[in-house]
Structures are given as structure tokens and as C-alpha cells.
């Protein structure tokens, strides 16, 4: 049994939109300001470095649009050095979502990258299905990136999807039956999106709440928020467009019994939610559900993921991957 408190945040941030460098300099300033905070555990949205592709849903096609994306995707860990000097010097453990780029290739994955208080990066669990537009630009993930892990000096596992990933049970369930008690749930703002804007938010607090009670685990969900500059940059490079505004998003800390710990929050400007994850209270929960156990039914139920490494360089970015210090 687990008796851990952690302090906990999720940050409801805006990319430096298309731009690596300045995106990943904004998450090592995030980094630093948590630790003043005493916050033992960060996530952040998905696809937060460079930003999300949101000219896919607003444009015809355009593959030097994806191009000029993938130029700014991130390699890891080439790209990935100050963010893991960042965890190992404040001693904190982060979750963040990229747009990863294929090691020594082209080919693009929505991923969500953990690293560890001493700067070691866990594991990269690429997306393993991209939604609608978002196949224009990343590739499927394979099972062999469905991981939790246990951070160092820690009791508890932690895992993460992106966005309505939460929708593929079978990919839940996996990091269920790994024994995951913390779930990053890596989000973008979808409520900005024409068609979504009365529905969005009420969509991913049910998947939150959903994966939080059929887990019994705590949920962080960081999500983005259009900046201006992102329109900006769409308009300048690719025209006008009606399909995406500025704003939006949802973030927050959930209780397995699905109540608020922090949050929501939905304001366009940067925050970091924080709250108090308290893992000895999972105790009364799985008295009630225990879905690694009593309430399992193995011998009814079987789930089958196949496992099998299918991207080359799979065996060196899905991890343990140590910081080299310089």
C-alpha cells in the first residue's frame, strides 16, 4: 500500500508555435518555476513542443506545411539535454508531450516523453492511433510504447495517453493491467475548433473521469491553448482561415473517484494547476474497484497487445535513456 503525498501540477500553457528552441526554453522556465513551488511532478499538453498542427483543420493538404513541422519536431533525446539538466537539477519528474521525429528519419509520432528526477528519460509512448487530420502528419504508434514507469526513489507507476487516444480501451486497459496509479492525460484545446466548441469540454472531462474511475488512478490533465501567434503563423504562411480561434482548453487534476483536486481550468492564459495527490487514499478506492485485481475478471475477460518493436530506432528512444551530463 501506497502512502506517498506528491504535489502534483498540470499546466495549461501556449506553444511558442512552430519553434523548438523557444518552445522547449518555455518548458525548462516552467520547469524552474514549479520547483520554486515545491511541485515533485509536471505535465505538460500534448504536442507541446512545437506546438499542435492545427493547419491540418484548417487547410486542404499541404505537405511543405508538414515540412516545415517536422523541422521543428523533437529528436530524442538529442533535442531533449536542457529539459533532463532541468529535472535532474530541481529533482522533479515531468511529463511532456512532443511532436517526435523519427532518430536519423523523417517520420513523425505524437508522443509523450517522462523523465525522471535524475534526468532520465523513462519512456516515449507514441500516440497509437492519430485522430481524423492528424494522420496527414504522424504516424501510428506501436504497442511496444504502451508503458508505465516508476520513477526513481518512488512507490507509484505512471503512464500517459494524447488526446482521444482515451477512446482506444484496449490501449487503457494496457497500462491498467501494468498497475498505473498516476495517468497523464496530454490534451490540446479542441473547443476553439469549428464543431467542437459546446462539446469539446464536455468530452474530455468524461474521458478523464472515465480513465480515472476504471483505472482507480489520479489523473493530470495539461492541455494547450491557441496563442495568437499560431494564427499568426497560419495566416502568414498557409492564408486566412475561419476554423480555428484563439484560446480554449482544459486542465485539471482528477481524483479517482472522479472528483476535482484542481481545476478545471480554461482561461487563455498560462497557469499551473496544481494540487496534492494523495496515493494512500487509492486504499478505499480499490476496496470498492480494483481493476488489477478483484474486480478484474481474468478468466473471463484476456487482452492480447502485441508488443513487437516495429520502428527502427524503437530500442533507443523508448528508454530508460540516462542524462549525460555535461
Not at 114 to 120: E, L, Q, V, Y
Not at 185 to 213: P, W, Y
Not at 265 to 285: C, F, H, M, P
Not at 290 to 316: A, I, M, N, S
Request: overall charge neutral; some cysteine.
Amino acid at each position: 500500500m501506497l502512502r506517498e503525498k506528491i504535489k502534483a501540477a498540470a499546466v495549461h500553457v501556449a506553444s511558442v508555435y512552430m519553434s523548438k528552441v523557444d518552445s522547449l526554453h518555455k518548458m525548462t522556465s516552467l520547469i524552474s518555476q514549479a520547483a520554486t513551488e515545491s511541485i515533485k511532478l509536471l505535465a505538460f499538453p500534448e504536442a507541446f513542443v512545437p506546438g499542435f498542427p492545427y493547419f491540418t483543420n484548417c487547410y486542404p493538404p499541404n505537405a511543405a506545411a508538414v515540412a516545415l513541422y517536422a523541422g521543428q519536431s523533437v529528436v530524442v533525446p538529442d533535442d531533449l539535454g536542457a529539459v533532463q539538466a532541468a529535472c535532474a537539477t530541481h529533482k522533479i519528474v515531468v511529463a511532456l508531450g512532443i511532436s517526435e521525429r523519427m532518430r536519423g528519419g523523417h517520420t513523425l509520432f505524437n508522443s509523450i516523453v517522462i523523465i525522471d528526477t535524475d534526468g532520465t528519460i523513462l519512456g516515449v509512448h507514441r500516440k497509437v492511433q492519430p485522430t481524423w487530420a492528424e494522420r496527414l502528419v504522424w504516424g501510428q504508434g506501436p504497442g511496444y510504447t504502451l508503458r508505465t514507469y516508476k520513477p526513481r526513489d518512488s512507490g507509484y507507476r505512471i503512464g500517459g495517453l494524447a488526446c482521444w487516444e482515451h477512446t482506444v480501451n484496449g490501449a487503457r486497459q494496457e497500462l491498467i493491467d501494468q498497475g498505473q496509479h498516476v495517468h497523464v492525460g496530454c490534451r490540446l484545446a479542441l473547443d476553439i475548433l469549428e464543431g467542437f466548441e459546446d462539446v469539446a469540454c464536455a468530452q474530455i472531462e468524461a474521458l478523464m473521469k472515465t480513465h480515472a474511475l476504471t483505472a482507480q488512478v489520479f489523473v493530470l490533465c495539461p492541455s494547450l491553448y491557441v496563442h495568437e501567434t499560431c494564427l499568426q503563423w497560419m495566416e502568414k504562411n498557409l492564408g486566412p482561415q475561419d476554423k480555428v480561434k484563439a484560446g480554449g482548453g482544459w486542465t485539471a487534476i482528477i481524483h479517482p473517484f472522479c472528483s476535482f483536486i484542481a481545476g478545471p481550468y480554461t482561461t487563455s492564459e498560462n497557469k499551473v494547476v496544481v494540487g496534492e495527490i494523495n496515493l494512500a487514499q487509492l486504499d478505499l478506492v480499490k476496496t470498492f474497484v480494483d481493476g488489477v485485481g478483484h474486480y478484474k475478471r481474468p478468466e473471463v475477460f484476456k487482452l492480447d497487445v502485441d508488443k513487437t518493436q516495429r520502428w527502427k530506432d524503437e530500442p533507443d528512444s523508448a528508454g530508460p535513456i540516462p542524462w549525460n551530463k555535461p
